[in-house]
C-alpha cells in the first residue's frame, strides 16, 4: 500500500471549478457507482483514484486549498498508509472528527458553493447535506457532468462480461414467479410502479448472473415493475445463450435510457400510486419523481432476497463444505511449508494467499472469489481490511499471529470465513485476547431472540465478554451473505451502527459472526462464521443462529481458563459438527493426510 502523488490530479481537478454553472469551490467525490454499490467497477473507483486510497469505504471532497477524506474505523491504518501530504485523514465516527458539513463551514467563505455529481450520491444524504449546509449560507448543487471523469485520462472502460442465466437449479424459484409475488406487494401497497436500481436486486429477480464488479456476480443494469409490464435496461449485446428467452416478457431497452424512460412510466402512473425506489436510490434518480408520489424504503426485493429459499439454502450448506475442504488442504500446506522453511516467494501474505485461491478452484461449482483475501501477519492483521500486494508485502512465519479473512462465489452460494492462528507459540497476551473474541463469537452464536428484533440490540451481545476485558473493534459485528452474489447483503445487518435498526433478522437469512480485536503496531484477531437464522424448535416465535462455516478454531490459541463451561461444551459440539460433515467430504475427495489435520485441530476442549 505505497502513497501516491494527488497534487496533478487536485489541480486540475480544482481548475474546472470555475467552468462550471455555476461556479463550485468544492467538490463531494463519493465512492458509490450510480447505483451506490458498496463495491464497484474500476472505471467507477473515481475516489480512489482522486486521493489514492482504495478502501472500499470513504468520502473524498476537495476545496479549492484543501482536501478531506472520510472513513470509518476499518480504515484508518489503511488511509494513513496511503494518502499524501495534500490530504487530511478524517476518522469518521472518532471524537472531535469534523462532519463532513462542518468541515465545509469551516474552509468555505459564506455564499459559496459545493458540487457533486447527483447520480453518485444518495437521496437522502444529498438532501441531509443540503439543509446542514443551507443553514450556513452555503449551497450544494447538482454537477451533470462528473468532473473526476474529466480529468481521468486513463480511465478504464466500461464493463462488457457475458450476462449468464442462473439456473433455477440453484436460484430455487423462476424469476416470474418472484415477478408475480412483488406485483401482489404492490397491490398491497398501493404502489404503481417499482424502480430497482441496486445491481444485486436485479440479479436476483430476473436469476441472471454477470461479472462487471470484480468478485460480484452482477452487471450494470436498471429494472421498473408495473402492474402490466417488466423493463429491464441492460446491454443486450452481452447476453449469453439463452438470456433473450430467459427474460421473456421483459421488455428490454439500453441502459443508458433509463432515466428518460423512468419520467416516461412515473408520468404514467395515477395520481394515487406510489413509485416505490430504495432507501440508497441517488438524488438524479428521486429527481425524477414527484414528491407526492414517492415511497423510499427497502423494497420488497431486497427483502424476500435476504430471505433464502430452501434450495438456496441447501446450495449455501453445500458450498461452505467444500470452502472448507480447499481450507483444509490450505492449512495443512501452509504448516508444512513453513516447517520446511521455504522462503519469501512462497510465503509471503500474497503468495499465501493466491495459493488459497488456486485450491478453491479445484472445488466443483467455483466462480470466483467473493473479496480480496486478507492474508496478514502480525501488524497486518490490525489494518481490518489489509490486502497485501505481491513483491510489497510481509511474509508468514511461525513468530506472529496469522489472520487470514477469504471468500468464495460458487454457483450454488458465497462463503466468507476468517480465522486467527499461530503456526509457533503464542503469547499469554495474545491468548487472552483471541479468547475474549472467542467468548464474543460463542455468546451470539448461542443466543436465543424474539421474531422481530433487530441487528443493532444483537450486537452488544459478541462485544460484552469483550468488554468486560476492556477490549472492542470498531466494526459491525455481522453482514448478510448473497446466494451466489455480493458477500455483504442487506437490509439486515448486527451492528452498533443506527442503520442495523432498517430491518429485523429473520428466519433464512444469512449472516456472519464476527467480533475481532485490533492491536495496532502488533497483531489482529477475528473469528467470522456464517450463520443460518433458525427458528427455535417448537416455538416459531423465538429465534437462534446455526452455523454454516465449518471449520476448526484453533485450539493453541485458547486461554481455557478463560472459557465457562457452557463455551467449551459450544465448541466441543461445533467441533463435532466439523469432523462429521467436513471429515466425511474429505474422505469423499480421498484427502486421507487433510483429514487426520482436521480431526486434530478438533480435539476435544477438557
Not at 492483521?381 to 513483491?391: N, Q, R, S, V, W
Not at 459485528?477 to 429485523?504: C, W
Request: hydrophobic share 40%; with cysteine; proline share 4%.
Amino acid at each position: 500500500m505505497k502513497k501516491q502523488s494527488t497534487l496533478a490530479r487536485l489541480t486540475q481537478l480544482r481548475s474546472l471549478f470555475q467552468q462550471q454553472k455555476p461556479t463550485i469551490h468544492a467538490y463531494i467525490v463519493p465512492s458509490e457507482d450510480a447505483h451506490q454499490s458498496e463495491y464497484i467497477a474500476e472505471r467507477d473507483c473515481r475516489r480512489a483514484f482522486i486521493s489514492g486510497f482504495d478502501g472500499s469505504a470513504g468520502k473524498a471532497i476537495v476545496a479549492t486549498n484543501a482536501a478531506a477524506l472520510w472513513t470509518d474505523g476499518r480504515y484508518w491504518l489503511q488511509a494513513e498508509t496511503q494518502l499524501d501530504s495534500n490530504w487530511t485523514l478524517m476518522k469518521a465516527g472518532a471524537k472531535d472528527t469534523l462532519t463532513e458539513a462542518a468541515w465545509l463551514k469551516q474552509t468555505l467563505q459564506p455564499g459559496q458553493r459545493v458540487g457533486v455529481d447527483p447520480r453518485l450520491m444518495a437521496h437522502v444524504d444529498f438532501t441531509k447535506l443540503a439543509d446542514t449546509l443551507r443553514k450556513d449560507n452555503l449551497e450544494l448543487v447538482a454537477v451533470e457532468n462528473n468532473l473526476i471523469d474529466a480529468v481521468w485520462d486513463d480511465q478504464p472502460a466500461k464493463p462488457c462480461a457475458p450476462i449468464v442465466v442462473h439456473h433455477e437449479r440453484y436460484a430455487g424459484m423462476r424469476w416470474q414467479d418472484k415477478a408475480a409475488e412483488l406485483r401482489a406487494t404492490m397491490e398491497v401497497e398501493s404502489c404503481g410502479l417499482v424502480v430497482l436500481t441496486a445491481l444485486d436486486e436485479i440479479a436476483w429477480f430476473f436469476n441472471l448472473r454477470g461479472n462487471d464488479i470484480v468478485y460480484n456476480p452482477v452487471f450494470h443494469a436498471y429494472a421498473a415493475v408495473t402492474p402490466s409490464d417488466i423493463l429491464l435496461f441492460v446491454d443486450t449485446s452481452r447476453f449469453e445463450e439463452g438470456v433473450a428467452e430467459h427474460v421473456q416478457p421483459a421488455i428490454i431497452h439500453s441502459y443508458d435510457s433509463f432515466e428518460a424512460h423512468l419520467k416516461e412510466l412515473v408520468a404514467a402512473t395515477a395520481d394515487c400510486s406510489q413509485v416505490w425506489v430504495t432507501e440508497r436510490c441517488s438524488q438524479a434518480i428521486v429527481g425524477c419523481i414527484p414528491e407526492s408520489k414517492l415511497k423510499r424504503s427497502i423494497t420488497p426485493v431486497e427483502t424476500a432476497k435476504a430471505v433464502k429459499n430452501q434450495v438456496e439454502l441447501e446450495g449455501m450448506r453445500q458450498c461452505h463444505v467444500r470452502d472448507a475442504v480447499a481450507l483444509a488442504q490450505h492449512f495443512l500446506w501452509l504448516e508444512k511449508t513453513l516447517a520446511a522453511g521455504a522462503g519469501p516467494d512462497v510465503l509471503s501474505e500474497a503468495a499465501v494467499a493466491d495459493r488459497l485461491a488456486e485450491r478453491r478452484r479445484q472445488q466443483d461449482l467455483f466462480v470466483s472469489l467473493s473479496f480480496d483475501t486478507i492474508s496478514s501477519i502480525g501488524a497486518n492483521g490490525a489494518i481490518i481490511h489489509y490486502k497485501p500486494e505481491l513483491g510489497n508485502c510481509d511474509v508468514v512465519d511461525t513468530e506472529r499471529v496469522y489472520l487470514c479473512d477469504s471468500g468464495g462465489q460458487y454457483r450454488d452460494g458465497t462463503t466468507d470465513v476468517t480465522r486467527t492462528v499461530h503456526f509457533g507459540q503464542p503469547t499469554q497476551h495474545e491468548k487472552d485476547c483471541f479468547t475474549r473474541v472467542l467468548q464474543g463469537h460463542i455468546a451470539l452464536s448461542r443466543a436465543k431472540f424474539p421474531k422481530g428484533t433487530k441487528g443493532r440490540l444483537l450486537d452488544p451481545i459478541a462485544r460484552a465478554p469483550m468488554w468486560a476485558a476492556g477490549l472492542d473493534y470498531s466494526h459491525g459485528t455481522g453482514h448478510g451473505v448473497g446466494s451466489f452474489l455480493n458477500v455483504h447483503e442487506g437490509p439486515m445487518q448486527i451492528s452498533y451502527r443506527p442503520k442495523a435498526d432498517r430491518s429485523a433478522i429473520e428466519v433464512g437469512q444469512i449472516v456472519t459472526i464476527e467480533p475481532g480485536y485490533y492491536e495496532t503496531g502488533a497483531f489482529g484477531v477475528r473469528i467470522e462464521n456464517v450463520v443460518e437464522v433458525v427458528a427455535m424448535p417448537g416455538n416459531d416465535n423465538y429465534f437462534g443462529f446455526e452455523p454454516v462455516t465449518l471449520f476448526p478454531i484453533q485450539s493453541k490459541m485458547i486461554n481455557r481458563e478463560l472459557l465457562t463451561a457452557e463455551e467449551v461444551d459450544w465448541l466441543n459440539h461445533y467441533h463435532l459438527r466439523v469432523r462429521q460433515v467436513v471429515g466425511k467430504a474429505l474422505d469423499d475427495q480421498g484427502l486421507v493426510e487433510e483429514k487426520a489435520w482436521l480431526e486434530r485441530e478438533c480435539s476435544v476442549e477438557g
